[in-house]
């Protein structure tokens, strides 16, 4: 492991612990991985200085984003690991007749706050975008 993704991991551990006691959902996220899972979770690989988030699934790479920056790369991947976090204490707190994403999202929204107030916000404009085109839809 190279002295930076040491660093990253490093910076990537510490923001996990400010979400305490909510801890990454899956065992994938408990460390940035640096090779193909091939299970749809995302790896990171570092060409000519810039940051690919790559997500491979059974031999097939599904996704690839490229960031010039660490701060990118770090809300795609604590992004992931809030909204796991998110669904799941949804899933486990459900309201009859309510859309799910209502508390899923001010959850996430509420989790990557204790991470960066920036990240929430820019969280909170893509779930506006999401629902301009898909409002909510609770049951009477």
Same mark, same amino acid.
């Given at each position: 492991?190279? #002295?930076?993704?040491?660093?990253?991991?490093?910076?990537?551990?510490? @923001?996990?612990?400010? @979400?305490?006691?909510?801890? $990454?959902?899956?065992? #994938?996220?408990?460390? %940035?991985?640096?090779?193909?899972?091939? !299970?749809? /979770? $995302?790896?990171?690989? %570092?060409?000519?200085?810039?940051?690919?988030? *790559?997500?491979?699934?059974?031999?097939?790479?599904?996704?690839?984003?490229?960031?010039?920056?660490?701060?990118? @790369?770090?809300?795609?991947? &604590?992004? !992931? *690991?809030?909204?796991?976090?998110? *669904?799941?204490?949804?899933?486990?707190?459900?309201?009859?007749?309510?859309? /799910?994403?209502?508390?899923?999202?001010?959850?996430? *929204?509420?989790? @990557?706050?204790?991470?960066?107030?920036?990240?929430?916000?820019?969280?909170? /404009?893509?779930?506006?975008?999401? &629902?301009?085109?898909?409002?909510?839809? !609770?049951?009477?």
């Amino acid at each position: 492991m190279t #002295n930076e993704f040491r660093d990253l991991q490093g910076r990537y551990t510490q @923001l996990c612990q400010l @979400l305490a006691p909510y801890r $990454p959902r899956y065992r #994938n996220q408990n460390k %940035i991985q640096t090779h193909r899972q091939d !299970d749809g /979770s $995302p790896h990171i690989e %570092i060409v000519d200085g810039f940051y690919h988030y *790559v997500v491979t699934e059974r031999g097939t790479e599904y996704e690839r984003k490229i960031a010039a920056d660490e701060d990118e @790369l770090l809300y795609w991947l &604590l992004s !992931d *690991v809030t909204t796991a976090i998110s *669904v799941e204490i949804e899933v486990q707190n459900r309201v009859l007749g309510q859309d /799910s994403r209502r508390q899923w999202f001010a959850k996430n *929204v509420e989790l @990557l706050s204790r991470l960066n107030e920036k990240w929430a916000e820019r969280k909170k /404009s893509e779930y506006t975008q999401v &629902l301009a085109e898909h409002p909510f839809r !609770d049951e009477a």
